[in-house]
């Protein structure tokens, strides 16, 4: 009977191949390049890929009239199709399924993906009660189609490790185990399933694919690739994930959380998710050309995330398998385009505008108190300042006489012209220091002319201010906020008569960066001048360059000053403040208050002018006790542990919409500066149209994407789902669900699943929550409740052959654990793991020289591993910095994170075993683990390893496996024994505290231990 | 590896498994395992496309963006203009970075220092490179390679993997991809990186550099370091000897083994192996460092900075003692190229580093008759303006990003040496004849290995990749 239907369906399928699952593959792969959607490359006006079209040359049912088939069959290399320079031929296999296509009648169907998902009855089985859930009965009815067996269920250890490892990403304790094997209950594995979905630790292990989808790390990319601060998007996603936010509301508030109504700060900070791309700041980038590669960037990265779609294909062209065209990507395009942002990175290590300010209330409260306190200091000041008239009035005549007594040294520049050669305009600020703006030439030079009270002119002072106007908030005008002084020259020159040039001997400064001295200026040597740290420092700065004697100024001569700096482009002057002086070199230091000259001027006349009044109350207010002063000492003082408490508020880049939305064009070959049409944002026309009252702007984009109607949306997050319970899709391609998509192993039951996630049916409840739609937890909780998903992994004789690669679900999945999985697993065997959620990334230990090796750029160099817990944290909180990711992450299949990744590869190589055998991590927990094993272990040798067995893989070892780790035990106990040198070495590994007693035995068992951690089994989850 | 080894662990296997065994699935299953091992270094069913001329490449790579005028493209018909403006008629509005696009004047800046013609073939250097032009007669010059990106991170991206964005495999792991390893001891795909002395600070590298991309990882390139292990984590533990390590890892085989006879998984053979080609590259890359035993004539050859691990030269030599070891790709990272000031000084400097040490690297592949099979290539990302960033002195100049030409040199295995390709006009600025992508470029490197660049693709997201994306054509007139 079996036999009968299997010939019937077989002799069906050899009538009409399925034209999803085996004939557009084969369009799309070998004829759409040149006859699919794209109307630009389109050859001979043919497209193949709508059926009214491709009738030209088919003629259904009749093999012999349809030029297609001569084509294709042609050995004439000028008839033939594909072409051969095309190098896609057709096998002979290909050519048969297209030939009895054609002899079916040739019958189109719409691509799978993009009609909505069918719920169908789950189909009866013989075994029906081996069928937990509905999910069972589909993969079951496939099996015995197949006439194929499921395995049986797997042993309690290992369904608990398995559980475990794929809900929170940890292993279960031995006591754990222990409590399941006891539990005979028949609702123990669901009291395990609930217990685990309720864990933390679920929220922290899910989010770890959010990561790669969203591009997530700690640094900004491209060239410097210095870092930022995006942790708080992190931790709202563990937070999501772990309340169990429905999936349609996730989504919602990560692509458009800023437009929700009265959203709030949560929301905001959940669209970090696309400011999670790197931000380019390189020198000479020309904005708008990045500008758009982010707005790109955030196409792909959405349409890779939710819909399953490879959008980017269609930036150049109309897409050459899916039917998007050009003009419908510029119109998504156009839903991401109106963020205020100029695609220039803020600051080599800094967040890029828009930004939210991640306060708590703890914070908040602080802030208020400040607040008001700082009102409160400057109602002080004002009244205190009602009584400077008269304090001032006693003062001046005093002071006047203290001054007459002995020499300013000090004078401010008051009034001056400033220019700049590369064309930087100046503004002067309230303290009389100048801020250049405009264009910021490679090289710049900065010419004073001002005039001299006094007969001479000894020195001048330079003061560098920071300015929050300047790159960095820092001193400097380059893109870092830092400066290079190279050269300060001048003259004097009198009215009428010659210049007299200036030549300053005497050159000091409070500050220098290493390695770029003040010493340099002035000394003739190229590649050399003064730094001073802009980009870490932002500190004032002063420095003087005196001339060795006192040199004359006439009456009317004009003092001229150059500050050039030529030495690194761009490296330019920031604001700054000058004074100058006559007095004798031995007299001139840089300390001292430099006294206005407009101060010395009203000092000096009778009856000072209310300007001259307000210029000398300025400076007794500023400069003398007063009472005034003291209530402006005051409030600076608050205000500055404001802004303090403000710089240690963590930033979070988040979207922003723009008033009006920018325009948006088709761009010619995708690139930035070839606008052609204008379009608006708009939907591509293959999928159903905006729900009913969403606006077409980011929030309805995001409205759509989570609606229910939409194809893709929940069939591509079940899917995802299913991979990462089951190893691999139902369709393979978890990446992309286009045309060009693997057909699914089980279509019916994509669509179901599809459906039961949008509307639960199943009556499943998450610790007494009953399933809501688009609920994460409680889908989760079906895959995981299904008897495909307990069978054993185990490959047996009566099934390999059929199902090599378990597609079927012949067997239970086995495959091995990703990066973080791994140390965290090691962390955990060990007792070294601090669990602590959230809050900024970590350092643990990585290679010497990890951020040094390649770039001298940035501030993320000279990588020090913490001390303390940061060292062992969970994996997914490692700092990250894309262009030197952390390296046993690498190895270990992760992405670097500079561009969305939706699927890991699954290598199994020689440097990873390096990395369990010997990275730091691995050798301490090891140690670690040894130590355990002798603490908490039984007495016996036998039972210590069988403790540690436990703890690395959930089971006790068999006596075959105990005895090959008890005999090496013995040969690693007698070679440390009488070499307790080498086991104090290898017990110093690591920053955790070694006890220093029974060297040999701790030695011994840390070799058994790094055994354990390199077991097949440690690293596999199965 | 030794090919010994693997039908060592096999035969190791199959006993154990038929000593303790049972079904026949389970030894069909081990030995799935390991040809599944074996292949995972072999290369793409039907690659090499055609008979390959080359065996293996060492590409030099000049991360920065060398000046082509002070070096290869001599340009004695503005010798006189030092200082006049860039005609408009030359530069033809063409975009620049906003390093220089806001200067007033672009003046002209000839280069200062004298060319000569070398060789039988009188191809023209630069005096700033006599060693290397002692071998004009092996290399062939390429003068008008050109690029779209104007900024490092997009340029360089573009020649490693044929696209400005990250995310694309580089092209040492494509060739991995599709040819496989010949020494299964030793990694496909190994770069070496130094910084350079005429810029010291200059340009940053990364990871992506040498990435997969989408191909799966046990393509990317394999980093050696320059501190610390060569490869990451080759050493063992403080306290661990090899005797002691062989004697843990016995004991693991042994556990894996057992567990492979109870669950059949074939990846678990395959993980054995792993295990075992890691002890052995424990002992194959110490040895492959060790230059002690190189003959004095031969260090010297490569000029002072040899002894200085990390240097160009020293790293010029390791790709010699590579490419013995039938490493498929080696590939250099020189930084220290970008002069946007203070160029002749510069790339004096960088001049030192590379001139003496490529030449010997040359010279040394053809003495041992690796040269023949082994395809050099050297060059940057992309050239500098002709008219000088900031200010031009008849002493020093700077120079810009230059995409529109650039020149680059290549040598060995089925190169004609002597030929200068392409020419350029009196401006350095734009190509006169011969144009040469950096696709074609790729295309050619891959040509010369066997490989028509169409049909080496990997799908993915639908798609059928390529290293040359939709672009690229051999250069039939660098060929021999």
């Known amino acids: 009977m079996g036999a009968l239907l299997l010939l019937a369906i077989g002799s069906m399928a050899e009538d009409a191949p399925d034209f999803n699952r085996e004939v557009r593959p084969i369009l799309a792969t070998h004829c759409f390049t040149c006859h699919g959607p794209d109307a630009n490359t389109r050859k001979a006006k043919l497209r193949l890929d709508e059926r009214e079209a491709a009738l030209e040359i088919l003629a259904p049912g009749k093999l012999v009239d349809s030029e297609l088939i001569h084509r294709i ?73 197949e006439e194929l067996q499921p395995a049986p269920e797997a042993n309690r250890e290992r369904l608990l490790c398995r559980l475990s490892l794929d809900l929170t990403g940890l292993p279960p304790t031995p006591t754990e185990v222990e409590t399941f094997l006891k539990d005979q209950s028949p609702n123990a594995y669901e009291k395990a399933v609930d217990r685990l979905l309720a864990s933390p630790r679920y929220g922290e292990h899910m989010a770890v694919p959010w990561l790669d989808y969203s591009r997530y790390a700690d640094s900004n990319g491209y060239q410097t690739d210095g870092s930022r601060q995006q942790w708080p998007w992190r931790d709202w996603l563990i937070q999501a994930l772990n309340a169990n936010k429905p999936f349609d509301q996730f989504t919602i508030e990560q692509l458009a959380g800023d437009m929700l109504p009265e959203a709030t700060l949560q929301q905001k900070v959940a669209t970090g998710f696309n400011r999670n791309h790197r931000i380019n700041g390189e020198g000479g980038i020309i904005a ?65 505008k828009p930004l939210v300010n991640v306060e708590t209330a703890e914070h908040r409260a602080s802030v208020a108190k400040l607040e008001t306190e700082i009102k409160q200091a400057e ?154 740290d802009g980009p870490t420092r932002r500190e004032p700065i002063k420095a003087l360059f005196l001339a060795g004697q006192p040199v004359a100024v006439p009456n009317e001569a004009t003092v001229v000053l150059r500050f050039v700096c030529a030495t690194l482009n761009q490296h330019n002057l920031g604001r700054f403040r000058l004074s100058l002086t006559g007095a004798t070199p031995a007299a001139v230091s840089l300390k001292g208050d430099s006294i206005p000259a407009a101060v010395r001027v009203a000092l000096d006349v009778e009856t000072p002018t209310p300007k001259q009044w307000a210029a000398l109350e300025k400076y007794y207010r500023a400069h003398v006790a007063n009472p005034a002063k003291a209530a402006d000492d005051r409030v600076a003082a608050k205000r500055k542990q404001l802004a303090d408490l403000r710089k240690k508020l963590p930033t979070v880049m988040v979207m922003e919409e723009m008033p009006a939305p920018r325009k948006a064009f088709i761009l010619n070959r995708g690139q930035y500066d070839q606008p052609a049409e204008e379009v608006k944002a708009g939907l591509p026309a293959f999928l159903p149209a905006l729900p009913k009252g969403a606006a077409m702007n980011r929030l309805g984009l995001a409205r759509w994407i989570a609606s229910a109607d939409n194809p893709l949306t929940a069939r591509v997050w079940v899917n995802r789902a299913w991979e990462h319970f089951f190893g691999v899709g139902l369709v393979k391609t978890t990446e992309n669900f286009g045309v060009q998509a693997a057909f699914p192993s089980h279509p019916a ?109 940035g501030d993320l160099r000279n990588y020090k591993n913490a001390t303390d817990d940061g060292l062992y944290r969970r994996t997914m ?24 990744t939706i699927q890991r590869s699954r290598t199994n190589t020689p440097l990873q075993a390096l990395s369990l055998l010997n990275e730091v991590t691995f050798v301490e927990a090891a140690r670690r683990l040894g130590g355990r094993m002798l603490k908490d272990g039984d007495s016996s040798m036998e039972a210590r390893l069988t403790y540690g067995f436990l703890w690395a893989v959930s089971r006790k070892p068999t006596p075959t496996e105990l005895a090959v780790l008890r005999d090496g035990l013995k040969e690693d106990l007698a070679y440390f024994t009488t070499n307790p040198e080498a086991a104090k070495k290898l017990l110093a590994v690591g920053e955790s505290a070694a006890p220093d007693d029974r060297l040999a035995e701790r030695a011994a068992f840390t070799l058994a231990a790094n055994v354990l951690l390199n077991l097949d089994e440690f690293v596999t989850r199965e | 590896m030794n090919p010994d080894f693997n039908l060592q662990v096999q035969d190791a296997l199959n006993r154990r498994v038929f000593l303790r065994n049972t079904t026949s699935f389970l030894g069909l299953s081990a030995l799935a395992g390991l040809t599944q091992a074996k292949t995972s270094s072999s290369g ?11 065996k293996r490449i060492i590409y030099l790579f000049q991360s920065g963006a060398p000046s082509q005028m002070d070096l290869f493209d001599p340009k004695p018909a503005i010798a006189d203009r030092r200082g006049e403006d860039l005609p408009d008629s030359i530069r033809k509005g063409q975009r620049l970075t906003t390093m220089t696009s806001g200067q007033k004047k672009f003046p002209v800046a000839p280069t200062i220092f004298k060319f000569g013609r070398h060789g039988q073939s009188g191809m023209e250097f630069s005096e700033l490179l006599p060693h290397l032009s ?255 960033q900031g200010n031009l002195s008849a002493t020093n100049y700077g120079r810009d990003h230059h995409p529109r030409c650039f020149t680059m040199l290549m040598a060995g295995a089925g190169i004609r040496g002597g030929v200068t390709y392409g020419e350029t006009d009196d401006y350095c600025y734009n190509i006169v004849r011969d144009p040469v992508g950096v696709h074609d470029l790729n295309a050619t490197i891959l040509d010369q290995l066997g490989i028509d660049h169409e049909k080496l693709t990997y799908k993915f997201q639908g798609r059928d990749y390529r290293l040359t994306d939709v672009h690229g054509k051999p250069v039939k007139g660098v060929l021999a």
């Open chain 1, 288 to 352: 708008e050309e990045w500008r758009v590669e982010t707005v790109i960037d955030r196409v792909e990265t959405t349409g890779a995330t939710w819909l399953g779609l490879t959008l980017g294909c269609a930036r150049c062209h109309d897409h050459k398998y899916d039917p998007l065209s050009q003009r419908e990507f510029y119109q998504f395009f156009s839903f991401f385009n109106n963020v205020p942002e100029t695609g220039r990175l803020a600051g080599q290590s800094s967040n890029t």
């Open chain 1, 749 to 857: 039951l994509l669509d179901w699943l599809a459906r039961e996630f949008v509307k639960p049916s199943q009556g499943v409840q998450v610790n007494g929550q009953p399933a809501k739609a688009w609920d994460m937890k409680a889908f989760h909780k079906l895959l995981v409740m299904s008897s495909a998903y307990r069978q054993d992994a185990k490959p047996r004789t009566d099934t390999y052959a059929a199902d090599p690669d378990n597609r079927l679900l012949s067997r239970g999945p086995r495959f091995r654990l990703g990066g973080e999985q791994l140390r965290d697993r090691a962390l955990f065997a060990s007792g070294l793991l601090v669990e602590q959620l959230g809050g900024p990334s970590v350092r643990p230990y990585m290679p010497v020289g990890v951020w040094n090796e390649t770039t001298r750029y």
């Open chain 2, 134 to 388: 002692k071998q004009a007669d092996k290399l062939a010059m390429i003068r008008t390679v050109h690029t779209e990106a104007i900024n490092h991170d997009p340029a360089i991206t573009f020649c490693q993997t044929g696209h400005q964005l990250a995310g694309r495999p580089s092209i040492g792991s494509w060739l991995s991809y599709g040819l496989g390893s010949e020494n299964r001891d030793l990694p496909a795909y190994i770069v070496l990186t130094s910084f350079g002395s005429g810029r010291p600070n200059d340009q940053p590298l990364y990871d992506r550099l040498w990435s997969s991309g989408f191909l799966p990882t046990r393509h990317q390139g394999v980093k050696f370091r320059n501190t610390g292990d060569a490869v990451l984590y080759l050493s063992n533990p403080p306290g661990v000897d090899t005797a002691t390590r062989r004697r843990t890892l016995d004991r693991l085989n042994s556990l894996n083994r057992e567990r492979l006879s109870q669950v059949g998984d074939p990846e678990i053979a395959t993980r054995i192996a792993q295990y075992e080609l890691a002890f052995r590259m424990q002992s194959s890359v110490p040895e492959l460092l060790d230059v002690s035993k190189e003959p004095k004539h031969v260090l010297d050859s490569y000029g002072p900075d040899v002894h200085r691990p990390g240097s160009y030269a020293a790293n010029c030599l390791l790709a010699r003692r590579m490419a013995e070891r039938d490493v498929r790709f080696v590939q250099l990272f020189h930084m220290g190229w970008d002069h946007h000031g203070g160029l002749p000084k510069a790339v004096a400097g960088q001049c030192k580093d590379t001139d003496q040490p490529t030449a010997a690297l040359l010279n040394d592949l053809e003495q041992r008759g690796l040269l023949k099979d082994t395809l050099v290539v050297w060059g940057g990302e992309f050239g500098r303006t002709v008219y000088s």
């Open chain 2, 44 to 54: 793409l069913p039907g690659f090499p496309t055609h008979a390959a001329k080359a």
């Open chain 1, 73 to 145: 069959l042609s050995e004439d290399p000028d008839e033939v199709m594909p072409p051969p320079s095309l190098k896609k031929p057709l096998s002979a296999a290909q050519k048969s399924v297209l030939k009895r296509w054609v002899a079916a009648g040739a019958p189109y169907a719409g691509h799978w993906a993009f009609a909505q998902p069918q719920r169908s009855e789950p189909p009866k089985v013989k075994q029906a009660d081996w069928a937990r859930t509905p999910i069972d009965r589909f993969i079951l009815a496939r099996l015995e189609q």
């Open chain 1, 379 to 532: 109602a002080a000041a004002k009244q205190a300042a009602a009584e400077l008239p008269k304090l001032v009035k006693a003062w001046a005549p005093k002071f006047s006489e203290e001054l007459s007594g002995k020499k300013v040294i000090w004078q401010g520049v008051d009034e001056a012209t400033v220019t700049s050669k590369g064309g930087a305009k100046f503004e002067r600020l309230e303290d009389g220091s100048w801020l250049p703006s405009g264009p910021n030439a490679t090289h710049d030079t900065y010419e004073i002319r001002t005039t001299m009270t006094g007969d001479h002119f000894t020195g001048v002072l330079l003061e560098c201010l920071p300015d929050a106007r300047l790159p960095n908030k820092s001193l400097g005008r380059y893109s870092n906020g830092n400066f290079v002084l190279t050269r300060v020259e001048g003259e004097i020159v009198p009215a009428n008569g010659k210049p007299v040039p200036l030549k300053f001997t005497r050159i000091e400064s409070d500050y220098s960066q290493k390695g770029w001295d003040i010493k340099n200026v002035n000394n003739g040597q190229s590649g050399k001048g003064w730094a001073v």
């Open chain 1, 877 to 900: 909180y490692t700092i990250w910095k894309r262009t030197a990711a952390p390296p046993s992450m690498l190895l270990f299949d992760a992405p670097n994170r500079e561009v969305c």
